[in-house]
């Protein structure tokens, strides 16, 4: 059997399990895993890739212990410790023991010619639960993806990922309900409120020596302390209509937002996402791929993470937070997905910023 570490085969072995998985997802996986170089074996059917997670530990940068010690099922059912990172990640994890190791250990040496050594146990997670746990505490989409346990919620987030918008009309900012981007942070602010995950509005920092300003300002900031990396910053900036190629470049590289808060807080584990009611463009989409820790998510996939995180925060009144989606004109407002368009007359090159064409 001939190794395999083509991305092709990834796509396909996965593909096969999931055929609806949204195309976004299915490349960060597929880069992750050519990046830190993992090795993983597919079932006896070719579906379904698993990996070994002490080695997604060490290509995370940790002790190779990491996984087992802190995110395994068995874990998480005896430890006495409560801590986020406790939750149950996605997907399926298995602790392979006796005859199931032998069979795997010998498909591991016959795919790739490499002894996994005299071991007698060993923790292993098929794609969806290994991708959740490489990306945990790295980019706020492993918080996003970790909390898709209801299936309803993940269907509706995976509809939702990111579609392309190639054109905005007042009409349309109309539709979304937010004029302007602080009415937006607000609305999201009261929603987090009702979490622990909370979101602080309309902080500032200093900004670097020999700048043109003295401060830079981020719409909403979540502070998160992490068992082995510490501490964890997610900055959310907010664009009342889309995420245009000059929002985003103009942020991550002219104002220096992710540079600015490392220096600010101390830690190497920051992380950008920029939310728009229409997300982004496909050339801001296609932007922030080029970047290891920045994304660009709709309005309407924020909300869906704060309502999680709110379920999970009401365990013993789950009617208050369906009321919350179905009553409550802020949740409402903030769960619309705006009709956009799908065949425009004039299609708006992205070296012209949307924002000012529409202002």
């Not at 995976?158 to 905005?168: A, F, G, Y």
């Not at 900012?173 to 609305?187: P, V």
Request: aromatic residues 8%; positive net charge; charged residues 25%.
């Amino acid at each position: 059997m001939t190794a395999i570490t083509t991305t092709a085969q990834l796509k396909e072995s996965i593909l096969a399990t999931r055929p609806t998985l949204d195309t976004t997802v299915l490349e960060d996986i597929c880069k992750l895993t050519r990046i830190h170089q993992l090795k993983w074996v597919p079932n006896k059917d070719g579906k379904n890739p698993h990996y070994i997670m002490s080695q997604l530990s060490v290509a995370k940068g940790l002790d190779s212990k990491d996984y087992a010690n802190y995110w395994s099922p068995e874990v998480k059912s005896t430890s006495h410790v409560k801590q986020e990172s406790l939750e149950s990640l996605p997907g399926k994890a298995i602790k392979l023991e006796g005859d199931q190791l032998a069979i795997f250990k010998k498909l591991y040496q016959d795919t790739y010619n490499e002894s996994l050594g005299k071991i007698n146990q060993l923790w292993v997670g098929n794609w969806e639960h290994a991708y959740a746990y490489l990306i945990q505490g790295k980019t706020s989409v492993a918080k996003d993806f970790q909390s898709l346990g209801a299936k309803s919620i993940q269907l509706k987030v995976e509809e939702d990922i990111q579609k392309p918008v190639l054109e905005v009309t007042n009409k349309h900012i109309y539709q979304s309900g937010y004029a302007k981007e602080d009415h937006l942070a607000r609305d999201l602010c009261y929603l987090s409120a009702m979490t622990p995950y909370t979101l602080k509005c309309e902080r500032s920092f200093p900004d670097f020596p020999g700048s043109k300003t003295k401060v830079r300002r981020f719409d909403l900031i979540h502070s998160q302390p992490h068992k082995t990396k510490k501490l964890v910053i997610t900055c959310y900036e907010l664009k009342r209509n889309i995420v245009d190629y000059h929002d985003l470049v103009d942020t991550v590289e002219a104002k220096r937002y992710i540079e600015v808060l490392k220096k600010y807080f101390n830690t190497e584990h920051v992380n950008l996402i920029m939310v728009a009611p229409f997300g982004g463009s496909k050339e801001a989409l296609d932007k922030a791929q080029q970047y290891d820790n920045v994304e660009v998510w709709t309005t309407r996939k924020l909300t869906l993470l704060l309502l999680e995180k709110a379920r999970a925060y009401h365990k013993l009144d789950s009617y208050f937070v369906d009321n919350l989606e179905k009553e409550c004109d802020t949740v409402k407002k903030l769960l619309v997905i705006p009709q956009v368009i799908e065949q425009p007359v004039n299609v708006l090159p992205f070296e012209k910023p949307i924002k000012k064409i529409i202002a």
